[in-house]
T-cell receptor, first 116, second 118 residues
């Protein structure tokens, strides 16, 4: 069974600084996707960034980038130039593809606070 | 609709009662998922619909939980004989079905229903 581990329950960062959130996962699958989701107090899960496991190049989306280390099964999120609106819960998630389901497996989350 | 709509936003019920939680997905999205998010945890998969049929209900915790999607759009999650341990946020997500060899990663989540069993 696949598992996702986020070892940092809470993190804080000063506005405009850079912060890195950690995620490790365990799987015997070779074909999968990895995701970071943001969950503000509104509760809606918002996709931040995704990475296909077969791609060696790390995904980037504006201020958000990942460090994907497939052999180490590590998938960290770097947020540059942190903004107050980045304050939220962040969840790392895994999805095996090749089947017909597409359900996500989530970690427990990291609460990020951006301080002015 | 423009997004995934879940109603009610909050629901308080007494232990032992029956509840229904509704999810209205994005128009045209054939895949629909239910997740449960307990306090301090990440969401956990409950059930997946492809069209009208439950393609995978392996995440339902027991037979008190049931979900339907009779016309392939709106889905209802039903919980019988509610227990305090059922208290959680229930999230719904929908996506266009990409086929068995490609991940349905185009998820859109709703804002969830917070269920409190007292």
């Amino acid at each position: 069974a696949q598992t996702v581990t986020q070892s940092q329950p809470e993190m804080s960062v000063q506005e405009a600084e850079t912060v890195t959130l950690s995620c490790t996962y365990d799987t015997s699958e070779s074909n999968y996707y990895l995701f970071w989701y943001k969950q503000p107090p509104s509760r809606q899960m918002i996709l931040v960034i995704r990475q296909e496991a077969y791609k060696q190049q790390n995904a980037t989306e504006n201020r958000f980038s990942v460090n994907f280390q497939k052999a180490a099964k590590s998938f960290s999120l770097k947020i540059s130039d942190s903004q107050l609106g980045d304050t939220a819960m962040y969840f790392c998630a895994f999805m095996h593809y090749g089947g017909s389901q597409g359900n996500l497996i989530f970690g427990k989350g990291t609460k990020l606070s951006v301080k002015p | 609709g423009a997004g995934v709509s879940q109603t009610p936003s909050n629901k308080v019920t007494e232990k032992g009662k029956y509840v229904e939680l509704r999810c209205d997905p994005i128009s045209g999205h054939t895949a629909l998922y239910w997740y449960r998010q307990s306090l301090g945890q990440g969401p956990e998969f409950l059930i997946y619909f492809q069209g009208t049929g439950a393609a995978d209900d392996s995440g339902l915790p027991n037979d008190r939980f049931f979900a339907v999607r009779p016309e392939g759009s709106v889905s209802t999650l039903k919980i019988q004989r509610t227990e305090r341990g059922d208290s959680a946020v229930y999230l719904c997500a929908s996506s266009l079905y990409m086929g068995p060899v490609r991940a349905n990663y185009g998820y859109t989540f709703g804002s969830g229903t917070r269920l409190t069993v007292v």
